[in-house]
């Protein structure tokens, strides 16, 4: 049902195509990490899935096109967490977790007991229970993001889009985010795409890789078929040497360049 099925997908801005005839598959419950340099089309991608920009060819959730759908619908098939998202001036960080709850309210609108209890949950695995009353302006970079995902997970939507969801995000605030979407994918079976800069933690994730590069697909396969040295070199003119990590997943070992020799001597 949350089966995501791209098809020949070429979509852009105006007059700019950015992406050209991308095609993916991702079964429901599977996790799909895109990953690609800077300005490569990840987050383009993401806003043609969510049918935020026009585009050629299919996108298809369980069969069927999101167009077909109604806006409640769409809202329970498909979430989205923006790289930059717009937040509504005024609102606390429960109030606006509230509203990922939207499409799952009843006639009146009025959130219920499950809808509190699934935000009181998400708030506490998130590290933002002793903030729930304070205004989404007073946040720092860090805790404020987390509020923006905690939003798009209160959805419960069959497919979670997630831009860059560990930015400005300690690496233990990471884990405890992506832990909790990898349970979300376990346990009801949701269908996860990220876009993440950092690869050791895409590939610890993410079942799968897509790696852009030009907004065209060049490599697509399991981590440690895509994290090479070489893919490394030509995608991203990067030294970096592959290890593997305790649990068999590729580590990215970035290797410092000019002549790295380490000195302890600073000055004359
Ligand atoms: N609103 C826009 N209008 C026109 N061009 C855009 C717009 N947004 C992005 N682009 C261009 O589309 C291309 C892909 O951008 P995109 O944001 O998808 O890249 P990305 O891979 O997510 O990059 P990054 O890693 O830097 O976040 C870039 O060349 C960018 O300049």
Same mark, same amino acid.
């Given at each position: 049902?949350?089966?995501?099925? /791209? ?14 005839? /991308? ?10 990490? /895109? *990953? ?11 806003? =043609? ?11 298809? *959730?369980?069969?069927?096109? $999101? ?11 498909? !979430?989205? =967490? ?12 429960? @109030? ?9 309210? !009843? ?31 007073? $946040?720092? !970079? ?21 831009? %860059? ?5 300690? *690496? ?8 909790? +979407? @990898?349970?979300?994918?376990? %346990?009801?079976?949701?269908? +996860? ?7 050791? /933690?895409?590939?610890?994730?993410? %079942?799968? $890789? ?23 070199? @030509?995608?991203?003119? =990067? ?7 305790? @649990? ?19 000055? !004359?």
């Amino acid at each position: 049902m949350n089966d995501l099925r /791209i098809s020949d997908l070429t979509a852009g801005y105006r007059r700019r195509t950015v992406l050209t005839e /991308i095609s993916a598959h991702v079964p429901g419950g599977g996790w799909l990490g /895109i *990953i690609g340099p800077n300005g490569s089309g990840k987050s383009t991608l993401l806003k =043609a899935i969510a049918g935020l920009l026009r585009h050629e060819g299919t996108v298809l *959730i369980g069969g069927r096109p $999101l167009h077909d759908t109604g806006r409640r619908e769409r809202a329970r098939l498909l !979430g989205y =967490a923006p790289q930059i998202p717009q937040l509504p001036p005024g609102l606390t960080v429960t @109030d606006y977790v509230l509203l990922g709850r939207t499409p799952h309210l !009843g006639p009146l609108g009025r959130e219920g007991r499950t809808d509190r209890e699934v935000v009181g949950r998400i708030l506490e695995r998130l590290d933002l229970t002793r903030l729930a009353t304070r205004p989404l302006t007073e $946040l720092s !970079g860090g805790e404020r993001q987390r509020a923006v995902l905690g939003r798009a997970l209160a959805q419960r939507a069959g497919v979670l889009l997630l831009d %860059e969801p560990t930015t400005g995000l300690d *690496i233990g605030h990471a884990q405890a985010l992506l832990d909790l +979407v @990898d349970e979300l994918r376990r %346990e009801l079976g949701t269908t +996860v795409v990220t876009t993440l800069h950092d690869l050791t /933690i895409s590939a610890q994730y993410a %079942e799968n $890789l897509l790696l852009l590069a030009d907004g065209r697909v060049a490599v697509h396969g399991t981590p440690a078929e895509v994290l090479t040295p070489a893919v490394l070199t @030509d995608h991203y003119d =990067a030294r970096a040497t592959v290890l593997t990590g305790p @649990d068999g997943s590729p580590v990215v070992a970035p290797v410092r360049g000019g002549g790295a020799g380490r000195s302890s001597e600073v000055g !004359g």
